[in-house]
């Protein structure tokens, strides 16, 4: 059974700087697994507040290196490692988060990368395993030129996290089989501006993807004005997909295929 866990859904500087919205990253746990995606500011107290247990992460996932994203990332790795008392955990990201890249230096400081069992920056389109679970880097289209999404082949069903892009054929391709969609929607209508995406290009993604269940978050201080549930609303109106909008503490149980019955709990 996996549950996951929204520790915040922030998705602009303005949003996040004011703690609108909370940007804590998702969590995603299946029976012994814990996988957490990008840890922005606030992953430590929204992990307490909605009773996460970050020393049970199995794997960090960090989509690219901006600082709504990867912020936490050494703290949510010494809470994984207690400090470095347990060599544990993973971490996969780009590689603008795990290695010098340009003029920048690596996210994760030199201390945290030795507290770790594995570290894999990932190339878009990479494929890597950990434990029973398959993850593919998707090849998404944002500022940070190394940024990936990432999609997760669980026994019964497969969940994809785009991160931050701009429309792309080549990621409706890559999303193409996916049942559980979470798209970054910082932006309503057709507003969006750099290398995101707008309510409009959701419903073009969920629309040629045709998951059984998408989920829009990493909200804008437009999109809190436009109010997220009713860009929810469109979205499911013109695609016939059901279609929710994140809420800080959101809790989703997507169950296994055969029990696709009542998906969401905490929502309302
Ligand atoms: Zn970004």
Known sequence: MVQLVFLGTAGSSAVVSKQLRASGGIVMR?????????????????????????HHTTAVLVSHCHIN????????????????????????????????????????????????ERIIPLEKSHKIGIELIEINALSVDHTDETAIGFKFFFPKFTLSYTGDTAFSEELVQQLSGTDILILNVPYPGNKAEGKNLDTESAIKIISQVRPR???????????????????????????????????????????????????????S
Request: hydrophobic share 35%.
């Open 30 to 54: 299946m029976d012994d697994l814990q996988f957490h995606l990008d840890p922005g500011p606030g992953a430590l107290l929204k992990a307490k507040e909605y009773g996460v247990n970050l």
């Open 69 to 116: 994203h990867c912020n936490d990332l050494n703290v949510v790795v010494d809470a994984m490692t207690h400090g470095g008392i347990e060599h544990r955990g993973v971490v996969l990201g780009s590689k603008s988060v795990l290695q010098h890249y340009g003029e920048s230096h690596p996210v994760l400081t030199y201390h945290h990368q030795g507290l770790l």
């Open 213 to 267: 269940l998408a989920i829009i978050t990493h909200f804008g201080l437009e999109m809190l004005k436009a109010d997220p549930l009713n860009e929810a609303r469109e979205i499911q109106r013109i695609t016939g997909v059901q279609t929710i909008a994140a809420q800080d503490g959101l809790i989703v149980s997507p169950g296994s295929y055969g029990k696709y019955k009542s998906p969401i709990k905490g929502y």
